[in-house]
C-alpha cells in the first residue's frame, strides 16, 4: 500500500542510538552518583549500562522505555533528588546531548515533503527534549507532529500516540509507515494498523526486528527507495 505519511522514533532512527547516548551517560551517570562508586555501579546495572565500554547493552530499558520509566529505575539510587527533580533532570540534560543523525536529515527530510509525504516524530523521551534536538539538528520545522512520553497521547508500545498523529495529521494509518529501531516501535506500529519500517541505528539486531516489520533497512536513508519500489 502506498505511504502518505511517516512516523519516525528519534533515538536510534533519527539519530544514530550509541553515538549520541553512550557518552552523554557516562556523564550522566557520574553527575548523579556524586563520586560515590557504588551508586554508580548499581545505576550502571539498573539501566544495563556497561561501565568499562562506556555503552548501553543490547537489553537496557534506555533504548525503548519512557524518560518516566529509566527516572523511576534511577531513583532508589538518587537520594539527593525525589522522582519529579529527577525525571525533570534526565529530560533537561537529554535535550542538551551531543547529536549524532544517522543521516544528514535535513536533506532528507526535505527530499520526503518534495514527495508530499507528512512527517511526524514519536518518542518514548520527553516532548521538550525531542524539540530541543530537533531544533539543534536544524529539522523541527519539517514535522506536523512531535510527541513525547508526557505529550497526554501515552507511551509505545501502545498504539494510541500513534494513531494521535494520523488524527493530527489527518492521514490513514494504513498509509502512514512506523519506522523504528526497537520491537516497541514496530509493535506500536502494528497495533495502530500502520506499515512499520525497522533500522538498524539503534541497538537490535535484524533478526530480532524482522519478524515485526515489513521492511529492515540500515539506515533512514534507505526509505526512498523503499517507497519506490
Known amino acids: 500500500m502506498p505511504v502518505d505519511a511517516l512516523l519516525f522514533d528519534k533515538d536510534g532512527t533519527l539519530f544514530d542510538f550509541a553515538a549520541t547516548w553512550d557518552g552523554w551517560a557516562a556523564d550522566l551517570l557520574e553527575t548523579l552518583s556524586k563520586g560515590d562508586r557504588g551508586a554508580k ?20 530499558l534506555v533504548i525503548a522505555c519512557s524518560n518516566d520509566e529509566v527516572a523511576e529505575a534511577l531513583a532508589p539510587y538518587v537520594a539527593h533528588m525525589d522522582l519529579a527533580e529527577l525525571t525533570d533532570f534526565l529530560a533537561e540534560s537529554a535535550a542538551g546531548a551531543e547529536l549524532t543523525p544517522a543521516v544528514p536529515l535535513a536533506a532528507f527530510l526535505d527530499s520526503l515533503l518534495a514527495r508530499g509525504k507528512v512527517l511526524g516524530v514519536m518518542t518514548n523521551d520527553a516532548e521538550s527534549s525531542a524539540k530541543s534536538q530537533l531544533q539543534r539538528a536544524g529539522v523541527l520545522d519539517r514535522f506536523a507532529f512531535v510527541a513525547g512520553c508526557d505529550s497526554g497521547h501515552g507511551a509505545k508500545p501502545a498504539p494510541d500516540p500513534l494513531l494521535a498523529f494520523c488524527k493530527a495529521a489527518g492521514v490513514s494509518p494504513g498509509r502512514t509507515a512506523m519506522v523504528g529501531d526497537s520491537r516497541h516501535d514496530l509493535e506500536a506500529g502494528a497495533a495502530a494498523g500502520m506499515q ?11 533478526d530480532e526486528l524482522a519478524p515485526h ?12 527507495a523503499w517507497m519506490e519500489r
Do not use: C, W
Open 41 to 60: 555501579q548499581a545505576m550502571a546495572k539498573a539501566i544495563s549500562y556497561d561501565l568499562e565500554r562506556a555503552a548501553f547493552n543490547p537489553d537496557s
Open 196 to 206: 512499520r519500517i525497522g533500522v538498524l541505528t539503534g541497538m537490535a539486531l535484524r
Open 213 to 224: 516489520a515489513d521492511i529492515v533497512l540500515p539506515d533512514i536513508g534507505h526509505i526512498p
